[in-house]
């Protein structure tokens, strides 16, 4: 049981709330987080909600979330001097690089929308990062974000439901980015930095649903036919091998020896416990299934399967 400081709106459905303690955690990690109402037989929502951490001030955790449902709509109505029920920190999060690495590499840090909310920490971290946030109507934290970095110039913003915050990116300006927002900014992203290939990925998801290597193999046979002249005599020599493992990891070598920075993905799904018993937020990657909640949130951009993300 934890007491709470604050709980300020920012904007519609927007709030930030501060719980004091001396909750730790690492940036892109998150808590379990419920009103504490004793767990009475009629408790509803039974389930915590999983919130990002926003930032460690000086009184406190900080949690910044939006109002939707239930849950976290209880949350909103909490005051100052109430409590709340945490549970954490849980998650794998963003990478945290040594002085020296982080000094030399260019950083960029993109957020969407609530996606903002756990790319603060980054910010305080990395503070010659460039970062870029993107919105659709409702702005909220950027003064914050302006505060973490060296000079404010290195936040930009784009607020508009037509656009995207990508179309203020350059990614070949940078050796790592680090990114969280819906599921089809981060693929574009992803996109925009060389990290999906229409055939590569096509055929890496036929792979993962085949079960017979002969079925497999003629399946990309035909796929290669198929082809233009250009894409066969790309992928010929990566075909014509005795093992669907090796084909795989010769494509996926010829993809990493693209110029492209280092990707890092914060993924939202769906959890029920947080400690990765009951599987809820499992996701497929290009090593099996992982858990969002233990393995996750955040992935390398190579290990998200990017068609099925798309339909999360």
């Not at 400081?5 to 001396?22: S, Y």
């Not at 350059?170 to 089809?184: H, K, L, N, S, V």
């Amino acid at each position: 049981m934890a007491t709470i400081v604050a709980n300020e709106q920012l904007a519609a459905g927007i709030f930030r709330m501060t719980v004091a303690g001396d909750h730790r955690g690492e940036m892109g990690q998150f808590y379990m987080v419920r009103c504490d109402d004793g767990y009475r037989a009629d408790s509803y929502p039974l389930l915590s909600r999983p919130i990002s951490i926003h930032e460690w001030g000086k009184e406190g955790i900080v949690f910044l979330y939006r109002v939707h449902g239930r849950g976290t709509e209880l949350l909103s109505r909490q005051m100052a001097g109430q409590h709340v029920l945490l549970e954490g920190p849980f998650g794998t999060g963003f990478p945290r690089l040594d002085v020296a690495q982080s000094s030399s590499k260019r950083i960029a840090l993109v957020g969407g929308g609530m996606g903002v909310a756990p790319l603060l920490p980054v910010a305080q971290h990395y503070r010659h990062a460039d970062v870029y946030l993107g919105y659709s109507g409702t702005v909220f934290a950027v003064d914050s974000f302006k505060k973490a970095v060296v000079h404010s110039e290195q936040v930009q913003v784009m607020n508009d439901a037509r656009r995207s915050v990508l179309e203020l990116l350059d990614t070949r300006r940078y050796d790592c980015i680090m990114a969280c927002g819906p599921a089809g900014m981060l693929r574009a992203l992803a996109e925009q930095c060389g990290y999906i290939d229409t055939m590569s990925e096509h055929i890496h998801n036929e792979w993962m649903s085949h079960h017979s290597l002969a079925t497999a193999s003629a399946w990309m046979t035909t796929e290669i036919e198929q082809t233009s002249a250009e894409q066969a005599e790309v992928h010929s020599s990566r075909m014509n091998t005795p093992s669907m493992n090796t084909s795989s990891m010769n494509i996926e070598n010829k993809m990493s020896t693209l110029q492209r920075p280092a990707l890092y993905v914060s993924i939202e799904r769906r959890m029920a416990c947080g400690l990765g018993a009951c599987l809820t937020c499992t996701v497929r990657t290009r090593h099996g299934n992982r858990r969002t909640c233990k393995e996750g949130p955040v992935f390398r951009a190579e290990e998200v399967c990017w068609d099925e993300l798309a339909h999360l």
